[in-house]
């Protein structure tokens, strides 16, 4: 069974800076895309930088500019390095990925983390 791990969350200043880290276990055969999601209090969850295996990268409007999504696929691990950061940024982040394990690498599995905490606040 895979599984996702994010960590790097905490409290931050408005302007700071915070690089979370979302970690894939398990018998992997491949990752295909990866993204990262956040969810704020009494909101839906959103979709706000994605990047496929092969490095390609889209963000939300809201982000851009200020975040950056990147992979080492040799660690199956995705980044996300948050610049710049206000008030509004304040949420759970969570991490998704389309994996194939290895017993089945023709079946992809929609994979999500725990979420991690992100508080941008004075």
């Known amino acids: 069974q895979v599984q996702l791990v994010e960590s790097g969350g905490g409290l931050v200043q408005p302007g700071g800076s915070l690089r979370l880290s979302c970690a894939a276990s398990?018998?992997?055969?491949?990752?295909?895309?990866m993204a990262w999601y956040r969810q704020a209090p009494g909101k839906q969850r959103d979709l706000i930088a994605s990047?496929?295996?092969?490095?390609?990268?889209n963000y939300a409007d809201s982000v851009k500019g200020r975040f950056t999504i990147s992979r080492d696929n040799a660690k199956n691990t995705a980044y996300l390095q948050m610049n710049s950061l206000k008030f509004e940024d304040t949420a759970v982040y969570y991490c998704?990925?389309?994996?194939?394990?290895?017993?089945?690498?023709?079946?992809?599995?929609?994979?999500w983390g725990q979420g991690t905490q992100v508080t941008v606040s004075s």
């Open positions: 990047i496929t295996d092969d490095g390609s990268t």
């Open positions: 398990g018998s992997i055969f491949s990752i295909d895309a």
């Open positions: 998704n990925a389309g994996i194939r394990e290895k017993k089945s690498p023709t079946w992809l599995v929609n994979a």
